[in-house]
């Protein structure tokens, strides 16, 4: 089992690199896409980058991480 510590955000290198990586890639005005092979690892990557890059109340910057999920919920209506 992982100590809650060793796994925290700002340990994970990856992580903090996909977040500069991004935050770079939006000051140059793009809108920028991250694939993630593990749906747990897009819905984390996702809470991350949303917790990080939309902490100003004036942010209009949506994060979302779209996965299979959503096509079993449409096809389920």
């Known amino acids: ?26 000051d140059e005005g793009l809108n920028p896409i991250v694939w993630c092979c593990y749906l747990a690892t897009a819905k984390d990557v996702s809470a991350q980058l949303t917790e990080e890059l939309t ?8 994060i979302i991480a779209i996965t299979g999920e959503q096509s079993v919920l449409l096809a389920n209506g």
């Not at 902490?55 to 949506?62: A, V």
């Open 1 to 26: 089992m992982l100590d809650a510590e060793a796994s925290a955000p700002k340990d994970d290198r990856k992580l903090q690199t996909t977040i500069a990586w991004v935050k770079a890639r939006l």
């Open 55 to 62: 902490k100003k109340k004036s942010s209009q910057l949506r």
